[in-house]
């Protein structure tokens, strides 16, 4: 059983910084494509970014250019580099995986930006 654990989430004043942390328990080489999402209140979940085992990344557009995702594929983790925070990412951010056509996620972690 594939499990996904997010790390690294907390209380970041805007303009601040803040590095997820999704740690696999298995080889997340395997995974066609991962991502994170994030739902805040009252609002659906959405993605945020996503990686794919070969190819190019892809953000929405209210994080482009603040926000990095990488998969190290050695350390079996996914990251998300968030810089330039804004109050509005703030959310339940979500890691998520697709393996030979599953889609596995993590608890989540708590980001809140205060203006």
């Known amino acids: 059983q594939v499990q996904l654990v997010e790390s690294g989430g907390g209380l970041v004043q805007a303009g601040g910084s803040l590095r997820l942390s999704c740690a696999a328990s298995?080889?997340?080489?395997?995974?066609?494509?991962m991502g994170w999402y994030r739902q805040a209140p009252g609002k659906q979940r959405e993605l945020v970014a996503q990686?794919?085992?070969?190819?190019?990344?892809n953000y929405v557009d209210s994080v482009k250019g603040r926000f990095t995702i990488s998969r190290d594929n050695a350390k079996n983790t996914l990251y998300l580099q968030m810089n330039s925070l804004k109050p509005e990412d703030t959310a339940v951010y979500y890691c998520?995986?697709?393996?030979?056509?599953?889609?596995?996620w993590g608890q989540g972690t708590q980001v809140t930006v205060s203006s």
């Open positions: 298995g080889s997340i080489f395997s995974f066609n494509s």
């Open positions: 990686i794919p085992k070969f190819g190019i990344t």
């Open positions: 998520n995986g697709e393996l030979r056509g599953i889609y596995y």
